[in-house]
């Protein structure tokens, strides 16, 4: 579903990401993690067909990004933890637009069941202005889910959540696995990578350090015994870990 290839990619004469490849098939949710400066966004924003890479290719349900990037975008929902909004545009207004730009004809009848699952339903006709963060967040979850995208790109998904609003959102990663969708979360959050990946992929200074399932990644830095998620991610990047003295 989601198939990324020899991907370089520079500023300048800086190497972000350096010869990535991976492949992410229906439902399952990869864990993107790695030190600050690692590159994760500069992957996701590739992906996304926000930015060029500099090398490589990359495929979303088969459709390559650069030779057909508009057909590549619908098979995708990127959901950035800044979410964008259209300051005169209600929730509704909000999701009909996205609808018309993806040419969804029956969009109330999935807007419905997408703002109830996020308990946006009574916010229908609210701008922007008068949301909270979390609420905001949500929106741009609900207008990413609308036209029914095979992946889903996930930054930092939980920023400015309230507890019910991160039970909620997880569940909402759970459904949508469920339903086949390939799932990439890039999170800081170890515990949350932790609950909800299948697999995991860890970047360090723009290179792949590690891949695989969840289970695998861990089997090859735990020793034989059994060591947590944040174990794995120090003793595969090397990072020093900080504890409270
Ligand atoms: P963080 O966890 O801090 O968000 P990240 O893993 O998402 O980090 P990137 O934002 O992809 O990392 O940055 C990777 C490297 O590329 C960093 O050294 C960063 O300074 C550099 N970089 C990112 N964007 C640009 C840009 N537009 N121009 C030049 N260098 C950039």
Do not use: W
């Not at 929730?91 to 637009?97: D, E, I, S």
């Not at 309230?162 to 997880?170: A, F, V």
């Amino acid at each position: 579903m989601i198939d990324v290839a020899h991907l370089t990619k520079c500023y300048d004469q800086f190497t972000a990401v350096r010869d990535l490849s991976f492949s992410l098939g229906p439902g399952q949710v990869m864990g993107l993690v790695g030190p600050n400066g690692a590159g994760k966004t500069t992957t996701l924003r590739c992906i996304a067909g926000i930015i060029p890479p500099t090398q490589g290719s990359i495929r979303l349900g088969g459709v390559d990004v650069l030779a057909q990037p508009a057909e590549a975008k619908r098979q995708l929902a990127f959901i950035p933890d800044e979410p964008r909004l259209f300051e005169y545009l209600t929730v509704a207004q909000h999701l009909n637009f996205v609808a018309r730009l993806y040419g969804v004809s029956d969009y109330v009848a999935r807007a419905e069941p997408i703002l109830a699952e996020l308990e946006m339903t009574d916010k229908k006709d609210m701008l922007p202005g008068e949301l909270s963060r979390g609420m905001k967040q949500k929106l741009a979850i609900a207008c990413g889910l609308l036209h029914q995208p095979k992946a889903v790109i996930f930054d930092e998904p939980l920023t400015g959540l309230d507890p019910g609003g991160i039970r909620r959102m997880k569940e909402v990663m759970r459904r949508l696995s469920r339903d086949g969708t390939a799932i990439i979360l890039s999170s800081h959050l170890l515990s949350l990578v932790e609950e909800v990946c299948t697999h995991l992929l860890i970047l360090k200074n723009g290179e792949k350090v590690a891949d695989g399932t969840v289970a695998e990644v861990q089997a090859r830095y735990s020793g034989g015994s059994d060591i947590s998620l944040e174990d794995v991610f120090f003793r595969a990047t090397g990072d020093v870990e900080q504890r409270p003295s």
